[in-house]
């Protein structure tokens, strides 16, 4: 171990492990954020979802973000019930957060130009276009 300034002895150890995937949605789909439409018509940066999960004395915790504008309930309950089963981890030990980017999808059905999916009148692209499940591997030991 390195040489450090700090008293590290009798300190709890941490594990962590990390992990990313591009979320960038095809172009064409409607951008978050704005009162008016905005079409994605290149990409300048691909959006991630992060994965952080630590663990410390056999308990663990996972943190995800997303380059989203927002989170929606719906996919958080949903990402929660796929971590439980792909790990074990319990949905009380997840944490699933956005960047509140203004440049990624729209995701909010009835704002940032996405339909109401229950108007009837065309199905949410967010939903459509973003991909879901995200395609993230979560790993207990070693990916």
């Known amino acids: 171990m390195s040489e450090t300034p700090y008293d590290l002895e009798g300190l709890p150890a941490i594990r962590a492990g990390a992990a990313q995937a591009v979320i960038t949605p095809p172009l064409g789909i409607n951008m978050a954020g704005y009162y008016h439409e905005r079409i994605a018509e290149y990409v300048r940066d691909d959006l991630y979802c992060h994965a952080l999960v630590l663990e410390n004395d056999g308990e663990r915790i996972a943190l995800v973000s997303l380059d989203l504008v927002c989170v929606v309930d719906e996919w958080v309950r949903e990402a929660k019930g796929l971590v439980q089963s792909a790990t074990g981890l319990p949905p009380e030990r ?41 395609p993230v591997r979560i790993c207990s030991t070693r990916c």
């Open 94 to 134: 997840v944490l699933v957060c956005a960047t509140h980017t203004h440049t990624g999808p729209g995701v909010r059905p009835g704002r940032d130009n996405v339909p109401d999916e229950t108007s009837g009148s065309r199905p949410c692209p967010a939903r459509s276009q973003t991909p879901w499940p995200l």
